[in-house]
């Protein structure tokens, strides 16, 4: 083998030189390219994912806080005994509002379902008949959900507007958890 002059080493470094140069771009760089490209748009997707999960997160805080002002008028608070007193106290507020006399209340036991309670109360009272149907109107628009479960209408005296009304009335709650 013959020995190369200056200037065939010149090009043969400069051969050898673009050779690694290409290889290392085609073998180093290039995958490193496409390994990042990938990554990214992983990062991409990733990032879509999370901002999709965070705004269900959003969205459950909300529902879950309109959720619980829904539930509050229906949550017990206090013992049986208190919650009976609070809606008592409630009828007879509505009943003299409706201008009506209050005959009877009678208490009933509340009844248990599940995790739910009932709270049931019978009411007779007199009045007229327009009196009656504001006192039911009130009854069915109470923040509370009051739930007529039996109603009768008795005339007093014959010729005359009085009514009696014997009504049975129950509340849906849900007890407080200890």
Do not use: H
């Not at 805080?61 to 608070?77: D, T, V």
């Amino acid at each position: 083998m013959r020995r190369l002059n200056p200037r065939e080493k010149i090009f043969a470094i400069i051969t050898v030189m673009l050779v690694l140069l290409f290889g290392i771009v085609e073998l180093v760089i290039k995958p490193v390219k496409r390994i990042e490209s990938r990554v990214d748009q992983e990062l991409l997707d990733q990032n879509k994912i999370l901002r999709k999960d965070i705004n269900l997160v959003n969205d459950e805080r909300q529902l879950s806080n309109q959720y619980e002002e829904l539930l509050k008028p229906f949550i017990q608070q206090g013992s049986d005994e208190e919650a009976m007193s609070v809606l008592l106290a409630q009828l007879e507020t509505l009943a003299n509002e409706a201008k009506l006399r209050i005959v009877e209340i009678k208490p009933q036991k509340g009844k248990k379902a599940d995790n739910y309670k009932f709270l049931s109360v019978g009411l007779s009272f007199q009045g007229t008949l327009l009196n009656i149907e504001r006192f039911l109107y009130a009854v069915q628009s109470s923040p509370n959900d009051l739930n007529v479960d039996e109603l009768i209408l008795e005339s007093n005296v014959p010729g005359q507007d009085s009514l009696t009304c014997r009504i049975n009335l129950s509340q849906f709650l849900i007890p407080v958890q200890q």
